[in-house]
């Protein structure tokens, strides 16, 4: 089985690679479980991301992680990373973030939405019924019709251009499913904490923010307030959750192939118990501090989330049930504090 991962370049791209090579096999498109031959990580910029899997190898030697560079606007590079083999399956992570998709609503629509339909009809050219994963988000919400907590029932009323994207691209799934020209899923992910590195333009990078720069001895400047409600979950969760949502058989799906992944609903008030329970857990000497500094656009995309989220019916569909904030922190520690503190 060859699998592909665009944004194979990201963060959650990434875990979600290192993820398949420990349990190199997945169901294919016959519900027969097959080892994986090839991963393909597709994406704009892969800086650093080949040494990562360098010597991962299939049978024969053969790299078993190939990295293409390419945008997903590019329906010419995007027919060739997927190709044609029958026995393929494709987590579609690529993505402008949410903050950029209100400053560019241009380049939104063509990465999103045409990007998307790249993939799309990419994936609906390969012979037999192929399986697809895609990363959609609880941006999928809003507008009056948002009542906490937001479940798999309620209305899809985006207020935000990604949102929009992101709601366009599930509907887009649903009917290429329905019509047979693959098997689509889409896993409707809240805020995944907690990202090492630097703060990206996501209008929720402040959700990493308040636990990683404290974490590394640096003060964290918070747009929101203190108890700002905000759904979240453990980047490990997020990418046993694409796995168990591929896994699922398609008869289990009906109609709706959109899953709401379960979250918790975190504040920085919570972050900063959280931070403190852990520092003195683990006899941490200093934290750098949480200091509140308003952004009114940050602000104004942020109140058009959700504050909660039922995630009842994916758990249901035997989807791991969200870490507690305790759980996420040390998952976060023990996977890159020591080497980014």
Not at 282 to 296: F, K, M, Q, V, W
């Amino acid at each position: 089985m060859k699998v592909i991962i665009t944004g194979g370049g990201g963060f959650l791209g990434v875990q979600l690679c290192k993820m398949l090579l420990q349990r190199p096999q997945l169901t294919n498109p016959q519900g027969v479980i097959e080892p994986i031959d090839e991963i393909v990580l597709f994406d704009a910029r892969l800086n650093g991301v080949p040494d990562l899997f360098r010597n991962s190898t299939a049978d024969g030697g053969k790299p078993k992680v190939i990295c293409i560079e390419g945008s997903i606007d590019d329906r010419n590079s995007v027919q060739e990373a997927i190709g044609t083999d029958p026995h393929t399956s494709v987590f579609h992570l690529a993505s402008m973030v949410s903050g950029e998709c209100e400053e560019r609503f241009d380049d939104a629509l063509r990465v999103n939405l045409d990007g998307g339909r790249n993939i799309f009809e990419a994936v609906r050219a390969i012979p037999g019924l192929p399986r697809l994963v895609f990363a959609s988000s609880i941006a999928c919400f809003g507008g009056e019709s948002m009542q906490p907590p937001c479940d798999d029932r309620t209305k899809l009323t985006p207020e935000t251009t990604y949102g929009m994207t992101k709601v366009i691209c599930e509907l887009l799934i649903n009917d290429y499913s329905r019509k047979g020209f693959f098997d689509g899923r889409s896993a409707r992910l809240p805020t995944v904490i907690i990202r090492p590195g630097k703060p990206n333009t996501a209008a929720s990078s402040w959700a990493s923010g308040m636990f990683r720069e404290p974490l590394n001895g640096e003060p964290c400047y918070l747009p929101v307030d203190w108890d700002q409600r905000h759904p979240m979950t453990g980047y490990r969760t997020v990418i046993d959750s694409l796995i168990a949502i591929h896994e699922l058989p398609a008869v289990s799906l009906g109609g709706d192939r959109a899953i709401g992944l379960p979250a918790r609903s975190i504040t920085p008030r919570l972050a900063e118990k959280a931070l403190k329970d852990f520092a003195i857990e683990r006899n941490l000497r200093s934290l750098g501090p949480i200091e509140e500094r308003p952004d009114a656009r940050i602000r104004g995309i942020v109140k058009n989330w959700p504050v909660e989220v039922d995630g009842s019916r994916g758990l249901a569909h035997g989807l791991p049930p969200a870490p507690t904030l305790s759980e996420i922190v040390g998952n976060y520690w023990n996977d890159f504090g020591a080497k980014t503190s």
